[in-house]
């Protein structure tokens, strides 16, 4: 069965500085990975996908995510993060896409 | 934009009552979703429907829990005897189709408390 591992459950990064998000996936097959983010008091927002193609993905609000087959990764950055990023961010791993395989999530906080 | 939303936002009940979470999902989508997450732990998939019937359920869904699609625009989940432990953040999702690179939209969720 496919899941998900996001080894770091808090992060504190400065305003301005990059920003690199751990996520891990076990699946037999090539999976469907996603990013999500939850600000506090709101539901899961789509930062970016991958399936297949360019290893590289663009997401909104300037992150990005590299897939790693080698590695089973697909770790989220960003390279200047902004005070406005500071929320809780959410790696998941669909695979017959009927429901996803949720990590545990990593808290952003971000120091003026 | 066209968004998911769930009602209420905040719901405390007494424990052994039931509980229905109502969404309404965006209205072209034809998959729906609850997923539940307990204060500072993952977000869980409970059950998936479509074409009036679950397609799929995680061993959380029990019997104590029921989906149900009353009015083709509503989707409710139903908690028959809330416990202690039921008490969580419900979210609702839909699809457009069973693509799987297809985005869930979520909504903002429903608090549960089960006092």
């Known amino acids: 069965a496919q899941s998900v591992t996001q080894p770091d459950i808090h992060i504190t990064v400065s305003e301005g500085a990059s920003l690199e998000l751990r996520c891990n996936y076990s699946y037999g097959a090539t999976p469907y990975l996603f990013w999500y983010v939850q600000s506090p008091g709101q539901g899961l927002q789509l930062l970016l996908k991958y399936f297949s193609g360019d290893t590289l993905v663009q997401g909104i609000k300037g992150f990005e995510a590299e897939f790693k087959r080698s590695q089973s990764s697909f770790n989220l950055r960003k390279p200047s993060v902004h005070w406005s990023d500071a929320a809780e961010y959410f790696c998941?791993?669909?695979?017959?896409?009927?429901?996803?395989?949720f990590g545990a999530g990593t808290r952003l906080t971000v120091k003026p | 934009e066209p968004e998911v939303t769930q009602t209420p936002s905040h719901q405390v009940t007494q424990m052994g009552q039931e509980v229905i979470l109502r969404c309404v999902p965006i209205?072209?989508?034809?998959?729906f979703y609850w997923y539940r997450q307990i204060l500072g732990q993952k977000v869980e998939f409970l059950v998936s429907f479509y074409n009036n019937e679950i397609s799929e359920k995680s061993e959380i869904f029990d019997d104590q829990f029921s989906v149900e699609r009353p009015d083709g625009s509503n989707f409710t989940l139903k908690i028959r005897s809330t416990k202690l432990e039921d008490s969580a953040m419900y979210f609702c999702?839909?699809?457009?189709?069973?693509?799987?690179?297809?985005?869930?939209?979520f909504g903002p969720g429903t608090r549960l408390t089960v006092l």
């Open positions: 998941a791993v669909g695979a017959s896409g009927n429901d996803m395989r």
């Open positions: 209205s072209n989508h034809l998959y």
């Open positions: 999702a839909s699809r457009e189709n069973r693509d799987p690179y297809n985005e869930q939209f």
